[in-house]
């Protein structure tokens, strides 16, 4: 190993010259690289290498190919690049080489190789990688993609970009990507062509005998492949895909029709499709505009455009009268409504037409979930709390088993204060899972506070602080204890702590809101704040590590506080926390005493 090492160094020798000899470095520098080097080869050629060993190699000398490039800047200095940068580089590839075919799975060692010979401009050898990566990892379609965009835009070789899409499809023949960025390349090449004939025709140049392709520069081989992908992958969104790509190019009016064609003609039941056909209407303008028409004439050609749109989704929702397609027609009707606007008639328009689409859907039967809560807040917007009331009623069960529709329902029905609240509540909570209704029971106690009498609000308290789901249980228990101190003050605050102190499951949150009702009052005693950090701390004591800094300060801090005890809590901590926990409470106790926390 040293012997190898020794020959690697002396490797070095004509190229370290070199930089001392143009002053790049200075000799003190050009030793102490010697031994950083020789510190690295030896991990190289251990027995056991890793590839943390490479990796710092690598850097290290990309670092030096950086100092280089900087310090060449700095004095002025361009000649002798194939003596030094270029040995160097041809080293960074070579340990690159070695390390990707030790670690052949290591698929950020590969791109790392990429990236470094794209950054130094080394075409020959990017190359030759593309190679050996397809070879060992042909089932990654983003490594030909990325492949072919290099041989397409770097190298201008749209003739090697094909081969490699080709090579690829025969891995991957369902890969929507790969058919995409094919049939993207191939566009970018006709226009290539195009504008190069455009150029050699405005120069009036002779071409001899050479002709340009009139079926590539029309996109030909693009439509083969479109076709080829289309027959192979089915589904309107991946059609519509090659659509927006050829839109993106000038020259392709023709293909878009003929993509529209198959839209139509192959998926005449998709809701995508009736839905991107309504939304064309949108960009079609009834008559040509000015720039200086009035905001009242192009509201009323928006207004003629979005009528446009309706009638397509008119026509949809009778061909395909599924709830997809009413989504489609519902979202779009819903997003204009929402979309701002000055002119009134206009906005009159958007909501007369969401709310009658909202609707007829829902007497269709065919009115998504999720579209209900939109409803709602079209119908709360516009002030029809009646309205609001009767579809949150008709929502809720008709979706009796889900807790987002009763929840949003409950909700509308609280805040139009409808008289059927009560018996909504009784009846979503005998719908919904008992472990599920957690959200429910925080709702009712809300509304059950700010409208029911203090009777009937402690009987339902009560009613909860009995649930079997310990997490209803536990919120009952927080909620209770607040509740009795706003309404009865910290006597009746102190009963309830008193009374349901050993009733288990408790929260830590039910034990601090106790600490902090003492604290709020004016004759706060410690006496009273050790009882509930005690008892706190037999529930929570071997997990909560900043519970016992939070009694540590309080003794500190306290009129009536014993700074001695502090001690003694610190020893019961070091007994009780394990693990992680003892590391972050002796950091915070130690910030702590320093006055760094």
Known sequence: MAEIVQQRIEDRIPELEQLERVGLFTRKEVKAMVKKVSALE???????????DFITYIQYEINVLELIKKRRSRIGYTFKREEIEFTIIHRINHVFRRATAKWKDDVQLWLSHIVFCKKWNTTTQLSKVFSSMLAIHPDKPAFWIMAAKWEMEDRTSSESARLLFLRALRFHPDNQKLYQEYFRMELMHAEKLRKEQKALEQAKMDLGEYEFSEEIMKAELAR????????????????????????????????????????????????????????????????PSSEHESKQTKALEVGRREERCCAVYEEAVTAVPTEAMWLRYVTFCYERFKRKSNNEELKQKRREKALAVFQRAHESSLLAESLYKQWLQVLLAVGLMDTAAEVAIAAARRFSQSLDTWQSCLQVLVSVRSHDVPTLFE????????????????????WTEKTQSLEDTEAFFQKGLLSLVPAISVAMKEQYLDWCYRTGGVKKA??????????????LAF??????????????KMQNLREYYE???????????????????????????????????HWRAMRVLQGERVERFITKYTLAQTGHL
């Open 42 to 52: 030896y991990k190289l050629h251990r027995r056991i290498i890793s590839k943390e």
């Open 224 to 287: 083969v492949i479109y076709k080829d992908a289309i027959q192979k992958i089915k589904g309107a969104d991946f059609l519509l895909s090659f659509l927006a790509i050829a839109q993106l190019f000038d020259f392709t009016k023709e293909m878009q029709e003929e993509i529209l064609l198959d839209l139509q003609s192959l998926h005449a039941d998709d809701p995508l499709t009736w839905d991107f056909m309504a939304k064309r209407e949108l960009e079609v303008e009834s008559l």
């Open 427 to 446: 009846e979503a909570l005998a719908h919904i899972k008992p472990k599920e209704s957690l959200p429910l029971w925080i709702l009712r106690v809300e």
């Open 494 to 507: 102190k009963k309830v702590f008193t009374s349901l102190q050993e009733n288990r499951p408790f929260s």
């Open 511 to 524: 034990f601090q809101k106790m600490i902090q009702i003492e604290k709020e009052q004016e004759t706060c």
């Open 535 to 569: 008892r706190a701390l037999r529930e929570f004591g071997s997990e909560e590590d900043n519970l016992w800094l939070d009694y540590i300060k309080e003794e500190l801090n306290h009129p009536q506080g014993k700074p001695e005890n502090c001690g003694k809590i």
